[in-house]
């Protein structure tokens, strides 16, 4: 009796075995479009709405606000859909109602200081951070181009961080440099910088970062000659912070290079190292400067001036505006929060937010600040190559420190830093520099849904996996 012939055993597998087609991805630029229409009207309609209580009429210009920002809205998204077609389709709709609704609010604070109105020059920003956003989707075709520039992006960073120091200090902080009328934070582009510098330089040594070098206490250093150069980028950026007085940009450059430097390892010591660290700094800063000094003590007792009969001050002003909006909030233009000073449409411009609509716009502003983080991490874990994934993730990073480092100073979690939160709050250079990061996130996100090279004919998406 002969043997059966052999068969080769993709032909025995039963139809249900075989493996599955591969997905088309969808590009959604349709989706796009409907959020982006819903944050423009929602943005016109709290403009709107503004008018309606402070006056009893729609503003004069509101149908002008609502089609500048829509046609600002329309162009970006006409940039997407022709050089990132793949991109995440919730990026940009966030970014175009949060810097709505900012606008809506700076507009709302203008009337109760007929002397100082911010809003136009806000718009002018806005106008600009969207112009920026555009020549960064069109111009950067590929994020890992940004790679080989990686010491002239450190170099370029750290002169903008310097500058500073030769013009005078304002609100107690050199970060400022004032030419004629126009002003502006050369740190708010330096994170931007920094943030492919650290990319660039972590995933080209992340295996030596993470395998070679010397264990201490269950904790594995890599060794002086990797890990030195980041190591000494990262203190002098921070060592110019401190004599600049500016403790929030500093905190954030480090938490920005303690995550990144965790995500190139995977090494969890990383993080407790840079929570002791981050401890000890926070404390001698605020021993030895008198001007962080000064808010650590109204951080520990907002109500002291009150008790002393000097009225209170700008963070019991603060906690006064969230504890009177309650859970719906007193009404969009019907809070007290101008009584706040200098910083309300700045550092504390989620105070107005916290008032005016409640605890639940407040947690709706929160989940969109996650939406958004959550997006660009998404986007960084999809993607194969290094350098991709920790600029992603390095991005998204300095958008959710930014607003746990404000969001925490002006509820009192934290001691005050003053900056700017992202999109909402008066600030040009904010603005721009906050725009500039959602179109680096469009163009990774894009880099990680488009289709691979290699089944461009066919349209199909093949597995993404690790190469790293």
Not at 66 to 90: F, I, K, T
Not at 335 to 350: E, M
Request: aromatic share 8%; hydrophobic share 55%.
């Amino acid at each position: 009796m002969t043997a059966p012939p052999p068969t080769d055993s993709r032909d025995a597998r039963a139809p249900g075995d075989a493996p599955p087609p591969g997905v088309r991805i969808p590009k959604r630029r349709g989706v796009e479009l409907s959020l982006l229409v819903g944050a423009v009207l929602l943005s016109v309609l709290g403009y709107a709405e503004v008018g309606l209580a402070r006056s009893g009429a729609v503003p004069p210009d509101a149908a002008r606000y609502g089609a500048g920002l829509g046609a600002l809205a329309l162009v970006a998204h006409l940039a997407v859909r022709w050089r990132a077609p793949y991109a995440d389709p919730l990026l940009l709709p966030i970014a175009v109602l949060l810097n709505g609704l900012g606008l809506a609010l700076i507009y709302r604070l203008d009337l109760e200081t007929p002397g100082d109105i911010a809003a136009p020059t806000q718009l002018v920003w806005s106008t600009l951070g969207v112009g920026l956003f555009i020549a960064v989707v069109v111009l950067v075709r590929d994020h890992r181009l940004l790679q080989r520039y990686a010491y002239l992006s450190v170099a370029g960073a750290l002169a903008l961080m310097i500058l500073p120091i030769f013009f005078p200090a304002v609100n107690g902080a050199k970060i400022w440099i004032r030419i004629g009328g126009l002003s502006f934070q050369p740190g708010e582009f330096a994170k931007i910088l920094l943030a492919v510098f650290f990319a660039a330089y972590l995933a080209a040594n992340r295996h030596a970062l993470a395998y070679t070098g010397r264990t201490v206490w269950k904790l594995q250093f890599p060794t002086g000659r990797v890990l030195g150069p980041i190591v000494a980028i990262w203190g002098l950026s921070v060592c110019v912070l401190v004599l600049e007085r500016d403790l929030g940009t500093s905190l954030l450059f480090f938490g920005l290079f303690v995550i990144m430097l965790y995500v190139a390892t995977g090494r969890t010591g990383w993080i407790a190292v840079g929570l002791l660290l981050a401890a000890a700094g926070a404390f001698l800063v605020g021993s030895l400067e008198p001007h962080v000094h000064s808010r650590v003590q109204d951080w520990l007792d907002p109500f002291a001036s009150i008790r002393a009969g000097k009225g209170p001050g700008q963070l019991a002003q603060s906690l006064f505006a969230f504890a009177a909006g309650g859970m719906l909030g007193a009404g969009l233009g019907l809070g007290h929060s101008v009584l706040i000073g200098f910083a309300a449409k700045s550092d504390f411009i989620l105070a107005t937010v916290g008032e005016e609509l409640g605890l639940v716009g407040l947690t709706a502003v929160f989940l969109l600040y996650a939406l958004l983080v959550a997006r660009g991490y998404r986007a960084g874990l999809a993607l194969r190559d290094p350098f991709g994934r920790l600029l992603a993730i390095g991005l998204a990073s300095i958008l959710a420190l930014q607003v746990f480092v404000i969001a925490g100073g002006v509820m009192g979690l934290i001691p005050l830093t003053g900056m700017a939160m992202p999109f909402l709050a008066q600030g040009g250079s904010s603005v721009v520099t906050n725009w500039v990061i959602i179109a680096l996130l469009v163009r990774v996100s894009d880099s990680a849904r488009a289709p691979r090279p290699d089944m461009a004919d066919t349209g199909v998406i093949a597995p993404i996996t690790d190469d790293s």
